[in-house]
């Protein structure tokens, strides 16, 4: 009984983490862009990094909070068409998921704190080919 208490505290755990599985679907997406972004701006702060810039988040939690924004999208290939209801805001550009990803990577490449980035502390993004 104990370890079956266990495992499901542990599944409760990591869904609310937002660590379930992400699929190339649209709602799925959708729902692990929102809890992905809101986790960020708790980790990074709600403008410029300001979490880190303060000293109170490391730039590692910071890029790891935004790779999981990314990630919600790269389930998908980059070439992967945007639902025609998310182009006008997600996918202007290309109307593939290559806008976001590319958006997300040059969102990381910004954050910089005591000449630590995002690649000098091991987080790296995915860059969609052209």
């Excluded at 702060?45 to 990314?70: H, P």
């Excluded at 790269?74 to 590319?102: E, G, H, N, Q």
Aim: net charge negative; charged share 20%; proline share 3%.
């Amino acid at each position: 009984m104990a370890i079956v208490k266990a495992a499901l505290v542990a599944v409760v755990i990591f869904t609310l983490q937002g660590c379930e599985e992400i699929t190339c679907e649209r709602d799925g997406i959708v729902v692990c862009y929102e809890e992905a972004t809101i986790n960020a701006a708790e980790v990074c702060g709600e403008t410029g990094y300001s979490k880190v810039m303060s000293g109170d988040t490391s730039v590692l939690s910071c890029c790891e909070a935004i790779k999981r924004v990314q990630d919600c999208y790269t389930v998908c290939s980059c070439s992967t068409p945007c639902d025609p209801r998310d182009i006008a805001s997600s996918c202007p550009t290309t109307t593939t998921l290559k806008d976001p990803i590319d958006f997300l990577t040059e969102v990381a490449e910004f954050l910089k704190y005591e000449n630590q980035t995002c690649n000098s502390v091991g987080v790296s993004f995915t860059i969609c080919a052209d």
